[in-house]
Structure formats: structure tokens, C-alpha cells
């Protein structure tokens, strides 16, 4: 009998899709107050994000699904981050809240103008979200772990600036493009 074997291709989705079945854990993890499975999950759910892109690069594996679902399953994690964040530890969250809204308006801007203008998730992993990805990331994981929240409340209005870059691009690029470098890739375009 012939074995069929998976693609080493479709690990980068995968890991793409771990985070769309992470983010509800992280929900249920809060709700249960295990704020240590919570960071356990969160910080999996940054390891899945650091490492899908760069193994689809790899792999030459990239496709518009699979940076579909890596968009999906980011904002899957930014969606139920705050809420489990939240139900932690409401104290230091409350006093967070202008951060917090700013940070999600400047995330969720993008997302809705590209889903306006284009009829689906904007997909451009620009250098400047990876790079705040990676910042944004492991400010959260030393807010969770030390209740100290200067650089979470640092990186907000870079994510502010790096909203601008890609509203600016939504407003350029005619079509539906993934994998946008940067607006200077996109103008170039």
C-alpha cells in the first residue's frame, strides 16, 4: 500500500492555523485564571508567527493562503488577547485602556479599509509589522509576566505610525497584493 506524505510546503499554513486554534485556548485558559497557560499560549502563538513567514520564505512555499490565514490567525491573537488579558489581570488592564484602544484603532484600521476597499484582509507583512510584531510581542510577554506595562505603553505609537504606512498603501495599490515589503515597495509598484 502506498503512503502518502504531507509536504514539508504546508508547515508554515499550519503554524498559521495554530493560532486560530490558540487564540479561543488563550480565551479559556483566562476564563479558568491561568494567567501562566495564558503566556504559555500567547508566547506559542508568537513563535508560530515569527516562524510561518520565514519558513514559507524557505520553503518557497508562500501563497496568497497562506498569508491569508497567517493575517487570520494574527488577528485572531490581537482580537482575544486584551480580553483574556483583561479577565488577568483587570487592574492593570483598566489602566491601560487608552493604550489599548489606540493600539487596537491603529490595528484594526487597516484591516478594515483593506476589507473595504479590496473585499478581504489587507495581507502585506510589511517589515514594519514584523519588526512591531516582534517588539509588541515581547512587551506583552514581560507585561504578563511582571505586571510592568512601560514597554507595551512605548511600542503604541509606533504601532500608530506603522498603521499610517499601511492605510497609505491600501489608498495606493489598485488591487489585492500580499507580501507588500513596505510603502516604498508599494509605490514602486
Known amino acids: 500500500m502506498e503512503t502518502k506524505h504531507v509536504s514539508v510546503r504546508v508547515v508554515p499554513n499550519l503554524l498559521s492555523l495554530s493560532r486560530l486554534v490558540m ?9 479558568m485564571g491561568a494567567p501562566r497557560a495564558f503566556t504559555a499560549l500567547y508566547a506559542a502563538s508568537l513563535l508560530s508567527d515569527a516562524t510561518d513567514g520565514f519558513m514559507a520564505r524557505r520553503l518557497h512555499a508562500e501563497t496568497p493562503l497562506g498569508a491569508t490565514l497567517d ?6 491573537v490581537a482580537l482575544c488577547l486584551p480580553i483574556g488579558a483583561f479577565l488577568l489581570w483587570p487592574e492593570m488592564m483598566r489602566d491601560l485602556i487608552p493604550y489599548i484602544v489606540a493600539a487596537l484603532a491603529a490595528y484594526l484600521a487597516p484591516v478594515v479599509a483593506g476589507t473595504f476597499r479590496y473585499g478581504r484582509l489587507p495581507c502585506f507583512h ?5 519588526t512591531l510584531a516582534i517588539l509588541v510581542g515581547l512587551a506583552l510577554l514581560v507585561m504578563f509576566v511582571t505586571q510592568n506595562s512601560l514597554w507595551f505603553r512605548l511600542c503604541v505609537p509606533l504601532v500608530v505610525l506603522e498603521s499610517l504606512e499601511e492605510l497609505i498603501m491600501i489608498a495606493i495599490l489598485p488591487k489585492w497584493t500580499p507580501n507588500v515589503r513596505s510603502l516604498w515597495h508599494a509605490i514602486r509598484r
Open 23 to 31: 487564540a479561543p485556548l488563550m480565551l479559556v485558559a483566562a476564563a
Open 71 to 76: 493575517s487570520r490567525g494574527d488577528l485572531a
Open 126 to 130: 510589511t517589515w514594519g509589522a514584523k
